[in-house]
């Protein structure tokens, strides 16, 4: 299967996307799991024809790890660029994934990158890389998640432009369904209303809503010739949710949308 | 047979939030909706397989309505006593809630041929009402539309001083439980004779009752609550004689109703709602599945109050003094000291000395620290009517609880507590309402204060449900090892059946439960009790905070927590020594 990085834009974010590439600015990209974060930066660096380099960020994700160590190799030491490290050298767009999951001294780093100085101190090197204009950092972060105390620094979000990214409307969905599976427009619609219908029930005890990207796999496996009710049985409801009567729930809905 | 509660996802999906859905034990024969709650004719239950289909398309006409806002207590005022305009009414609004809210309705639905119509709906609410009111012809109604029933929503419509009046008069035993002889519903039209009876009854007599009258029915303090209102339309205008008579019955359906009367429903099904056992202090057994808890989201037919002044944020101080609560020891990586090693940075400590950089500090232990704190904590809020009563300052004990449970609940998430927060008031044990204001997931914002601003003083008060339910929350839904419930409660009070010795044994059974859980219970009374004693005895005196003004429980709030969540792991401390000894 030919991987796409078509992306539909729901408002002004390629727009503001690649000004903000044009001037040296970073981007915060918010928005909920399966929303098209990542799609959309994909489609951008292909358009702004940069290198991409995405860091999926989580809770022991050190400063270290995003600037490069050195490693013991046989009673030698040898030192290994870590991912923000080749961004900068190569002038590449360097995408930290879900950044509020990552340990607070990773900030560090990302403020003089992320200010008017754009440089990356690699302080075991002893060496202060000054980025390319082509070099660019996004950053995206979910504000749905429950992190108690892990939201970003305000110091760190000032610096940023934000992009909001939400579930795209009812009509945009449904040409993205059509267009990443190729299934028909009646059947895209149905799937449409079935992703809104969950995303109402915040509070019923699922975690995350419906997304785009489930709504895509589900689309997928009808494509593939699975019925409809099984497909969005194993591409909504399994992902979504162990409770088993949260599942009876779903799956009574499912029979009623996509019936 | 149908199962209506699985239909619970699809209406909240639908309406946009959370409801509930019942099937009535009554006799009618449409569906329709207090706001809450949907409520399903009997006949569903004997649908078999091929004709179920009736039943989920009743739920996604009510879900619509509810989604819509089409139960607007203004609106639906002008239907009482009006059965024919009231179905009318719900048809056209069926049809603009179809279209309103088509991105996230069933295709299924929305292909049916009564709702493939040519002509434009009605814009909003209000021209659906005037039409239906009018002449003009309306769209053939399938009985799956349902309807709407104004005195089912106007029911939740008495408003403080109202139900403050009835509470304490059925306090005194001035009101008998015993039905009236006659009930009023939605689907009567007028009829004389009954009511002259009507008025015969004692239930309906009283200047308390032509004062409930006007605050139900809006009527204002223009006598006798006429509504004049000249040219809107033919059909619009009732005569002046049948409205009062709509007034009347409405007033005594409503109060025939209220106090222990409202809808019967024939609750099934896991999700249909959670029951709970209640003791029977007299027997001196449990009465098993006794009390029946459904969960809903907060509403109020006139609209959100304005909270501003009540849910100001709290001080400093007492965040300072919940603050200590619930200190814990936890393993911490990257320490100067501790009792174990940090490999991880043990290693990263090496390299660097290895490659001639020395460590800025040698943090490479792993140490137990006491720090804040896995404390899950659980607000439950009395918003029964006794609770509306304005006390000499003006303010209600209502708001004024309000404004505590918003202050506690803020300032204990803002220290990185597990917080929930829950309304709970009842009807009958077949009727007590949870009523969401805070999820345990859920992330503190706006929804939240705009919830407060949904609730309404309304129903009674029934103790043991209401501790059950916050334990269970603490217990299966938080998880977390320190649990804390905090009732915020006007006193025992109580509800059809559930009184005196009764209440006060069931509650105090329920904390038992609770505390044997290793769920520790706080009770906190603002504005005083009349209940003080039974309160304490319930509660102990230890876990109870009596004040006036919400402020005043920052200097003892800690003490109160503090002491009750310490009785809590003595116990468990004793119970695993118990355990280890054996
Ligand atoms: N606007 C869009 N145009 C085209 N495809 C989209 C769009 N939005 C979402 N998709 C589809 O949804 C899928 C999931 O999107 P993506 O992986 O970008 O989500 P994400 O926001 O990065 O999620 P996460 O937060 O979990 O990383 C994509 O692979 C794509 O198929
Ligand atoms: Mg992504």
Redesign the interface.
């Known amino acids: 299967m030919v991987r796409s990085t078509a992306y539909i834009a729901s408002g002004k974010e390629r727009e503001i996307f690649a000004a903000a590439s044009r001037n040296g600015l970073p981007v915060l990209l918010k928005g909920p799991t399966g929303c098209g974060k990542t799609r959309f930066v994909q489609a951008m660096a292909e358009a702004l024809g940069r290198p991409l380099i995405t860091v999926a960020c989580h809770e022991d994700l050190t400063a270290?790890d995003l600037v490069g160590?050195?490693?013991?190799r046989g009673g030698e030491?040898v030192w290994e660029d870590g991912p923000l490290t080749r961004a900068v050298r190569d002038g590449a767009i360097c995408y930290l994934d879900e950044v509020v999951e990552a340990r607070a001294d990773t900030t560090v780093v990302i403020h003089p990158l992320a200010d008017h100085r754009r440089e990356l101190n690699v302080e075991?090197l002893g060496v202060k890389l000054i980025a390319p204009p082509e070099f660019m950092l996004v950053m995206s972060y979910n504000p749905?998640y429950?992190s108690?105390?892990k939201d970003l620094k305000p110091s760190t979000r000032q610096r940023m432009v934000s992009i909001e990214l939400r579930f795209p409307s009812?009509e945009i969905e449904e040409r993205i369904l059509v267009q990443e599976t190729g299934i028909d427009i009646?059947n895209a619609?149905?799937l449409?209303?079935l992703g809104?219908?969950?995303?109402?029930?915040q509070?019923?005890g699922l975690?995350e809503a419906a997304s785009t990207r489930t709504l895509v796999s589900t689309a997928l496996l009808i494509k593939d010739g699975v019925a409809p009710q099984d497909a969005a049985e194993a591409a909504i409801t399994g992902p979504l949710t162990d409770d088993p009567?949260?599942a009876?729930?779903?799956l009574?809905?499912m029979r009623?949308?996509?019936? | 047979m149908i199962d209506a509660s699985r239909y619970l996802f699809l209406a909240c999906a639908v309406a946009g939030r959370r409801v509930a859905v019942h099937v009535s034990s009554g006799s009618e024969t449409l569906a329709s909706s207090d706001g809450q709650a949907i409520l399903l004719p009997s006949t569903v239950l004997q649908d078999d397989a091929g004709d179920e289909q009736r039943t989920w398309k009743q739920v996604v006409a009510q879900a619509a309505l509810i989604g819509a806002g089409s139960l607007q207590l203004q609106l639906l005022r002008r239907l009482v006593g009006r059965p024919d305009a009231a179905r009318r009414y719900a048809c056209l609004e069926v049809l603009r809630a179809s279209r309103l809210l088509a991105a996230r309705m069933p295709t299924a639905f929305l292909d049916l041929p009564e709702l493939r119509h040519e002509h434009a709906p009605p814009q909003n609410a209000a021209d659906s009402l005037s039409w239906a009111l009018s002449r003009r012809p309306v769209p053939e109604s399938p009985a799956y539309f349902g309807t709407v029933r104004p005195l089912m929503a106007l029911r939740k419509a008495i408003s403080e001083e109202g139900w403050s009046a009835l509470t304490q008069q059925q306090a005194r035993g001035e009101f008998q439980h015993k039905q009236p002889q006659r009930q009023f519903d939605d689907d009567d039209a007028t009829e004389e004779s009954a009511l002259l009876r009507l008025f015969q009854n004692p239930f309906a007599a009283g200047n308390a009752m032509a004062e409930l009258l006007n605050k139900i029915l809006g009527a204002g303090t223009s006598k006798g609550g006429r509504e004049k209102k000249a040219g809107e339309g033919a059909g619009a205008e009732l005569p002046v004689g049948s409205i009062e008579r709509a007034l009347r019955r409405g007033v005594h359906a409503v109060l025939a109703r209220l106090p222990f009367e409202v809808p019967d429903i024939d609750a099934r099904g896991e999700s249909a709602g959670l029951r709970y056992p209640e003791w029977d202090i007299h027997q001196k057994k449990y009465r098993p599945d006794w009390a029946m808890v459904e969960e809903v989201e907060a509403w109020r037919p006139e609209g959100a109050r304005d909270l501003g002044e009540v849910l100001k944020p709290a001080g400093h101080e007492l965040k300072r003094q919940l603050g200590s609560l619930g200190l814990d020891h936890q393993m911490h990586r990257r320490q100067q000291d501790g009792a174990e090693l940090d490999v991880g940075r043990l290693l990263d400590a090496a390299i660097d000395l290895a490659t001639g950089h020395s460590p800025p500090s040698l943090d490479v232990y792993r140490a137990s620290r006491r720090t804040r704190r896995d404390l899950a904590i659980v607000v439950g809020l009395d918003i029964s009517g006794s609770t509306g009563e304005r006390s000499g300052a003006g303010v209600s004990v209502f708001d004024r609880q309000l404004q505590l449970a918003y202050r506690l609940g803020r300032t204990l998430n803002d220290l990185g507590d597990t917080v929930a927060m829950f309304g709970f008031h009842s009807w009958g044990r077949n009727l007590v309402r949870s009523v969401r204001l805070k999820g345990p997931e859920e992330r503190w914002s706006a929804c939240v204060a705009e919830r407060f601003a949904q609730l309404e003083p309304v129903g009674y008060t029934r103790t043991g449900a209401a501790i059950r339910h916050g334990a269970r929350m603490l217990r299966t839904d938080m998880r977390l090892p320190n649990r804390l419930l905090i009732l915020i409660t006007d006193g025992i009070a109580y509800d059809q059946d559930y009184e005196t010795a009764y209440a006060q044994g069931d509650a105090r059974k329920a904390l038992e439960e609770a505390r044997a859980a290793g769920t520790a219970c706080v009770c906190i009374c603002v504005g005083g009790s009349s209940d003080a004693d039974q309160l304490r005895a319930v509660f102990g005196a230890a876990n109870l905070l009596i004040v006036d003004e919400p402020q005043q429980v920052t200097t003892s709030i800690r003490r109160v927590c503090r002491q009750a969540l310490g009785a809590v792991s003595q116990r468990r401390l004793q119970s695993s020594t118990a355990r280890a000894s054996r």
């Open positions: 270290g160590r050195f490693l013991l030491t075991r749905g429950q108690v105390l009812p009646d619609r149905r449409v209303r809104q219908a969950i995303r109402q029930l509070h019923e975690p009567v949260a009876k729930q779903l009574e809905m009623i949308y996509i019936a």
